[in-house]
């Protein structure tokens, strides 16, 4: 199988993916979390959440939110799971 074929395999399958519902994400959102900004912060800013309205929906403080998108603080696991449904993403893109 040749660069091409796989290429071409790889398109098809991203094309199904997409069809089916799968999001995906803009180029600035991804450029944001391959220069390693905080990803929590990336998919805030790109929900257009402020840090109050985020920690509202998952049952946190303010200042606990801004910890953890600064990295002074890691959440537990049931928080980042509340932080990913409240993103609407997976918890592998904020952990």
Do not use: H
């Not at 660069?3 to 450029?31: L, Y």
């Not at 790109?46 to 509202?56: C, H, I, M, P, T």
């Not at 200042?63 to 993403?89: R, T």
Request: glycine content about 8%; proline content about 3%; overall charge negative.
């Amino acid at each position: 199988m040749g660069r091409d074929d796989i290429d071409i395999r790889d398109a098809t399958a991203a094309k199904t993916r997409i069809a089916a519902g799968e999001e995906t994400w803009p180029e600035e959102v991804v450029a944001a979390l391959v220069v390693g900004e905080n990803p929590v912060s990336v998919f805030r800013k790109y929900r257009g959440l402020r840090q109050v309205e985020l920690a509202d929906r998952v049952g946190l403080s303010k200042p606990y939110i801004s910890k953890i998108e600064s990295g002074q603080k890691i959440g537990s696991n049931d928080v980042m799971k509340a932080i990913a449904l409240a993103l609407n993403v997976d918890l592998n893109d904020i952990v």
